[in-house]
């Protein structure tokens, strides 16, 4: 073209032809009105994908994190802690690591370079290579730049009071949410909501201006139980050394706070490490104290004789023939380990005489038994705010039979749970009145449901006492520097339908007992050395607790500090439910 | 006339100069502020982490543990405790 107009350039200039001139105008002007009406097409109307642009350049969404809340105890003594952590993954099929790199990254993860190919190779589209990392291992790793390796932020809850508490605290599992426990129960209170917000950045990538927040960070709460945690320690001790002394497959034990329902411990085993949990059978995370009945045995007969006291039927002090130690019913009988023959009413809590209480239940009227029962709390969750607690079974009245009455009386044909147990001794550590208990910290005492004359209460709290004196079933209850009220039991249990010769010892009661400030109830499952009666069993397990207990929360003495007395051995007055 | 506008014209430079200021000020406090709140919320993952090893290292089990091992302590026998009455304490 150009080389054709040089040549022209030497030539006379032709005429042009006249419309040449205005085509080229028109040309121009359509020329520009297009980019115009783009421009303006751009502007206006079709902007979106241009503004997106132009905004990614300069703005960013910025995850705002919010982190699940603190378990404590009632001291603030922190229980369950989340803190950050990462986790590394890879694509496969982008992963590519120089030997030196991959060599590096085994000795971070601590395992051997052929081990991650292989795993990387066994996998399809992502694949994590480590979990959980502390922070600064994984940015080593992410320093050495291989490609394909990704890191992502998480959180990690940690439990430093390990398996003395799983069972109450429970766990998370992925994403910090709650899966077990009270981790579970709370997770709408601990959990944290991360929000988001947009801001503009400048080159260097800092955010130097909010533009709008998209969503608030809602942080999670933190949560005051009512667990003593040197108390919970204790407990979880001594219930430990005590079911491998007795070789139990399993036990429980609870200490409440008479004023306030607050449950200060409550111990499990078997147990399990909840910052180590990948091969822990479910059974041993079972919250058993809880979730678990049992039947109760002999720790029930004060309710029986407290029935029958409130009714008028029966005083203290009246007596019961429980000679020849037997009492025939229908088809059944009844047995008593020891024939006490003519015992007072006292005698028979003292004794733990199965004939005394099934005579004084079957002159009361089932209704009688049941509204004392089912007052006591037993049939009913005892709603601590624990995630699958158990009712444990009180039938309806009027389906007992008069051998079921009287089995009753004593504990049989009833089912309940650990703290419904120590729960309802509260009735007889105050006047009268059933206290709500809770794993909750609360601001101080509670008022309670009164369900004895308070006189009642006093006259079975007396009985509770000749109990563990030196006469009674649980001598080894007693310590020192203490005056000590309580029951032992030692029931048979149910194999499908028939009684075997496995055995619950149990031992509930309180201190001290001038003015009582704890409950501690102590269970032991199946205790397979050949001695198996709650007085021997769990009753020392008891004076263990209680003793140290009060002295760590400073109650005063009410009992003389030296020596207590013991009968000589073998002189233990023995009990069979 | 003239002076006026020309003196208009010259607040209305010191005007959009100093908008330019503050804005430019503005933005350097937010950066500021940011890189505080990050390191506020450093501190706070690290005081957890620090709860977190007192609570391990104060754990009743190791206490009792080195109390007894290292310390060769063990609780006294019932005979030799005495209880003072709180009365008789002053």
């Known amino acids: ?577 | 006339m003239v002076r006026v506008n020309l003196l208009l014209l010259v607040i209305l430079i010191v005007c959009a100069l100093s908008l330019v200021t503050s804005r430019h000020q503005s933005r350097k406090f937010f950066v500021d502020l940011e890189h505080e709140q990050a390191r506020a919320r450093a501190y706070e993952t690290e005081y957890g982490q620090l709860q977190l090893e007192q609570s391990t290292w104060a754990m009743p089990a190791r206490i009792e543990k080195i109390a007894r091992n290292e310390l060769k302590m063990r609780l006294p026998e019932h005979g030799r405790i005495a209880a003072v009455p709180a009365g008789d304490a002053k």
């Open chain 1, 1 to 577: 073209m150009r080389a054709a107009a040089m040549q022209r350039g030497r030539a006379p200039l032709p005429a042009l032809p006249r419309f040449r001139a205005p085509i080229v105008y028109g040309i121009l002007a359509l020329a520009l009105t297009a980019l115009v009406g783009r421009s303006l097409w751009l502007q206006r109307v079709d902007n979106q994908f241009l503004q997106d642009q132009g905004s990614a350049r300069y703005s960013r969404e910025i995850e705002l994190a919010a982190h699940r809340g603190q378990i404590v105890d009632r001291f603030g003594e922190p229980l369950a802690i989340s803190t950050p952590v990462k986790s590394l993954w890879a694509f496969p099929s982008h992963f590519d690591a120089p030997p030196a790199a991959l060599a590096e990254l085994a000795r971070l993860l601590g395992t051997s370079p052929d081990a991650i190919t292989k795993k990387v190779e066994a996998a399809d589209d992502f694949v994590y290579l480590a979990k959980q990392l502390p922070p600064e291992q994984a940015d080593r790793a992410m320093a050495l730049g291989i490609n394909g390796l990704h890191d992502q932020n998480e959180y990690r809850r940690y439990y430093p009071a390990g398996e003395t508490m799983s069972h109450i605290l429970g766990f998370t599992g992925d994403h910090d949410v709650g899966q077990e426990g009270i981790e579970l129960a709370q997770q709408d209170w601990l959990g944290g909501k991360p929000g988001s917000r947009r801001v503009i950045v400048n080159r260097r990538g800092d955010a130097v201006e909010d533009v709008e927040a998209i969503r608030a960070p809602q942080a999670g709460r933190d949560l005051a139980l009512s667990i003593d945690t040197r108390l919970q320690y204790l407990a979880f001790r001594e219930l430990k050394a005590a079911v491998e002394a007795n070789k139990a497959k399993a036990g429980g034990l609870v200490i409440l706070d008479i004023a306030s329902g607050e449950i200060l411990a409550l111990a499990n085993w078997p147990t399990y490490n909840p910052n180590a949990r990948n091969k822990v059978a479910r059974e041993k995370m079972r919250n058993r104290a809880l979730t678990d009945v049992f039947e109760p045995g002999s720790t029930l007969k004060p309710f029986t004789i407290a029935a029958a006291l409130e009714s008028g039927k029966v005083t203290p002090d009246t007596i019961i023939q429980t000679a020849p130690g037997t009492l025939t019913i229908g088809t059944a009988t009844i047995h008593d380990a020891h024939k006490g023959g003519a015992l007072t009413v006292a005698q028979v809590i003292q004794k733990s005489s199965n004939v005394g209480a099934a005579k004084i239940a079957l002159s009361l009227p089932a209704e009688t038994m049941w509204e004392m029962f089912s007052s006591s709390g037993f049939g009913t969750p005892p709603k601590t705010g624990f995630p699958g607690e158990v009712a444990g079974r009180l039938r309806p009245a009027k389906t007992w039979r008069p051998i079921e009455q009287a089995t009753m009386a004593y504990g049989h044909g009833i089912s309940v749970n650990l703290v419904q147990l120590a729960r309802a001794y509260t009735i007889f550590a105050t006047g009268g009145e059933l206290k709500p208990v809770t794993l909750f910290k609360t601001s101080g005492a509670v008022a309670g449901r009164p369900v004895l004359r308070p006189e009642i209460a006093m006259e079975v709290r007396r009985m509770l006492e000749m109990a563990v004196s030196p006469g009674g079933t649980a001598p080894k209850a007693q310590m020192p520097g203490y005056r000590v009220a309580g029951k032992t039991g030692t029931a048979h249990k149910l194999d499908g339908r028939a009684y075997t010769a496995k055995y619950v010892s149990s031992f509930v009661g309180f201190a001290p007992a001038s003015a009582p400030r704890l409950v501690v109830a102590v269970m032991l499952d199946e205790p397979g050395t050949g001695v198996y009666y709650g007085g021997d069993v769990a009753a020392p397990v008891f004076a263990t607790v209680t003793g140290a207990a009060l002295r760590m929360l400073g109650v005063p003495f009410d009992a003389p500090t030296d020596a207590i007395v013991l009968p000589p051995p073998g002189a233990v007055a023995e009990e069979e439910t």
